[in-house]
C-alpha cells in the first residue's frame, strides 16, 4: 500500500519499544509523510486527512525495521546442490561450495530465483536494508555480480540492497607470488560498475599472512578509488596465539587518513577472535572506533556452527557462547556496538537457521545467558539500527546521560525515517526478541511493502480449511 503523498499514512494503535512501562504499555499512533515520521501521539488522537491511508495495528509492537548487515545472495539454499556433509568443516564447506559454484554460471535461472526468494522471504519478516555479498572471481566471472545488480534494480522501491563486489577467493595464487593475480584484475572492473557499493574480501583464504595484509591494502585502495564502502571476512579464527588483522585494518586506516565524515565505513564480519579480548583490547578498539568509521558484524548461526569444534581427544577449546561475539556484553562492558546479521542460509557454512533477523535476537538471548531488558535491547538493535549503521546507511549517536530509550535507536522519533516492521500479535516489545511472532507488516518509506499472515485451524477450535 503506498502512502498518499500530500497526505501519507497513519499507523493506528501500535505499541512502542519505550524502556518505561507506563509508555510501552500505551497504545499510539505514527503519523508518517514523505518517507519520514511526522507525529507520535497516544492512539486515537491523530485525526488523518481523508484522503491519507490508514493502517490499524491492532495493538501489534512497531520496532524498527531490519536489516541483514551480511548475507550472501548469490550462496544461498544450495545445500541440496553440494556433495554430502562428511564432516561439516570449514574446509570441506569450502570445498562442496566451490563444485556448486562452478555450476551457477550455467543455471542463471536457478542463481536469479533463489536470490529472488532470499530477498523477498526478508522483506517479509520485516527487511527493508540489506548488504549482499556476490562473489567475483575467474570460477563465476560476472555472473553472480550481474544477477545481484539486477535484483537490487528490481526491489529498489521495497528494500535497499547495497551489492558488495566479493573476493571469496584468493588475489594472490601461490605463497610466492609478488603480484595479485587473475582474480583481482576481476575485481578491479567489478569494483568500477554502476550499482556496486562495496567491495570486500576475505584475506583469511590467502596463502599466508603477508598476502593476507596485501589483500587488505589491495580492497582499501579499490574502496577509496571508487568511493566505496570495504567489508571483510576477517579474523575469522579463535586461536589466542593469531594476531588480530583488525589492528592492521584500523592502521591502514589511519595512514590513509580514512574519517567518519567521509561516510563511507569498512566492515568486519565474523570477528570471532575478538570474543577473545581482554579489557584492554576493547578499550582500545573503542577507542579507535570512536575516531575512524569501522564496524563490527557478528553472524552467530554461521560461527556457532563452524568454530570451536572438539579437537580428536573431544575436548571443546571455547564455550559454545565463546564462537561468536557476546554483543550484549561488548556493549555493557565496553560500549562497543557489535551487529548480528544471518551470513548464509542453508548452505555448507550454515546449514541450519532462519533468514529472520529477529530469530537471531531470539537465539541470543539463550546463547549469551541474558535475561535483563537492557540486554535485549541491544539484541533488537544489533537487528535493526545498528546493523544499519554497519552498512552505512544510520548515523549512531550517544546516548550517556539520556534515558535508556532516547536516542538507542529502537523508538522512533518525529523526523526519523519511517522504516518499521509491525509485529503482529505481540502485546509488548520484550515478545519481539524473545518469541517474534510471524504475522508482520513491512513499511519501507512511509509505504506498505510486504503483509505476513498465517492462515490457521486446529481441529480443537474449528473453523472452514482453506486451500
Known amino acids: 500500500m503506498m502512502a498518499s503523498p500530500n497526505f501519507g499514512i497513519v499507523i493506528r494503535n501500535v505499541r512502542l519499544p519505550c524502556a518505561d512501562h507506563s ?4 497504545a499510539w499512533d505514527i503519523a508518517c509523510l514523505g518517507g ?10 491523530c485525526i488523518p486527512h481523508e484522503e491519507a491511508a490508514v493502517i490499524e495495528a491492532n495493538g501489534g509492537v512497531l520496532v524498527p525495521s531490519l536489516c541483514h548487515s551480511h548475507i550472501h545472495l548469490d550462496k544461498c539454499f544450495i545445500l541440496g546442490q553440494c556433495d554430502p ?3 561439516g568443516s570449514l574446509p570441506e564447506a569450502l570445498k562442496v561450495t566451490n563444485k556448486a559454484k562452478a555450476e551457477f554460471p550455467k543455471d542463471v535461472d536457478n542463481l536469479y530465483a533463489r536470490a529472488a526468494y532470499l530477498i523477498r522471504e526478508s522483506v517479509e519478516s520485516g527487511v527493508t536494508a540489506m548488504r549482499a555479498f556476490v562473489e567475483v572471481d575467474t570460477t563465476v566471472g560476472f555472473t553472480c555480480l550481474d544477477m545481484g545488480l539486477q535484483l537490487a534494480k528490481e526491489w529498489v522501491e521495497v528494500c535497499h540492497i547495497q551489492i558488495v563486489a566479493f573476493a571469496q577467493e584468493a588475489l594472490y595464487e601461490f605463497a610466492d607470488s609478488t603480484e595479485p593475480g587473475p582474480n ?7 569494483a568500477s560498475r554502476p550499482g556496486v557499493s562495496v567491495v570486500g574480501s576475505a584475506p583469511w583464504v590467502e596463502p599466508d599472512r603477508a598476502h593476507a595484509l596485501k ?6 585502495s579499490l574502496a577509496e578509488k571508487h568511493d566505496l564502502h570495504a567489508d571483510f571476512h576477517l579474523d575469522y579464527n579463535l586461536d589466542p596465539d593469531a594476531v588480530p ?3 592492521d585494518v584500523l592502521q591502514q586506516m589511519r595512514q590513509r587518513s580514512w574519517c567518519k565524515s567521509s561516510g563511507k565505513r569498512v566492515t568486519i564480519g565474523h570477528a570471532t577472535r575478538l570474543g577473545l579480548f581482554s579489557g584492554e583490547e576493547w578499550a582500545e578498539l573503542k577507542r579507535a572506533t570512536d575516531i575512524l568509521p569501522l564496524e563490527i558484524v557478528a553472524l552467530p548461526q554461521s560461527d556457532i556452527y563452524m568454530m570451536g569444534r572438539a579437537d580428536p581427544s573431544g575436548r571443546v577449546p571455547v564455550p559454545l557462547a565463546g564462537r561468536t561475539i557476546n554483543a550484549p556484553q561488548v556493549y555493557r562492558d ?3 556496538r557489535v551487529a ?5 542460509v542453508e548452505n555448507a557454512f550454515t546449514p541450519q537457521g532462519s533468514l529472520d533477523p529477529l530469530t537471531l535476537a531470539s537465539l541470543g538471548v539463550a546463547l549469551f545467558q541474558v535475561g535483563t531488558e537492557p540486554d535485549w535491547r541491544v539484541l533488537l538493535r544489533s537487528v535493526s539500527t545498528t546493523s544499519k549503521e554497519a552498512i552505512g546507511i544510520m548515523h549512531g549517536g550517544s546516548v550517556s546521560g539520556k534515558p535508556a530509550d532516547e536516542g538507542d535507536g529502537i523508538v522512533p522519533r518525529v523526523g526519523d525515517p519511517a522504516d518499521f516492521v509491525v509485529v503482529h500479535g505481540a502485546r509488548r516489545w520484550q515478545s519481539a526478541v524473545l518469541s517474534p511472532g510471524f504475522d508482520r507488516t513491512t513499511f519501507y518509506k512511509g509505504n506498505v511493502v510486504a503483509r505476513r499472515r498465517a492462515q490457521r485451524w486446529n481441529a480443537n477450535t474449528g473453523g472452514e480449511i482453506t486451500n
Not at 23 to 26: G, I, Q, R, T
Not at 184 to 190: G, I, K, P, Q, V
Open 23 to 26: 509508555e510501552a504499555n500505551s
Open 36 to 45: 519520514r515520521v511526522q507525529s507520535i501521539t497516544s492512539s486515537g488522537s
Open 85 to 87: 556433509l562428511v564432516t
Open 184 to 190: 583481482y584484475n576481476l575485481l578491479c572492473d567489478a
Open 215 to 220: 589483500n587488505i591494502e589491495l580492497i582499501l
Open 245 to 247: 588483522m583488525v589492528w
Open 334 to 336: 565496553h560500549g562497543v
Open 340 to 344: 548480528l546479521s544471518v551470513n548464509n
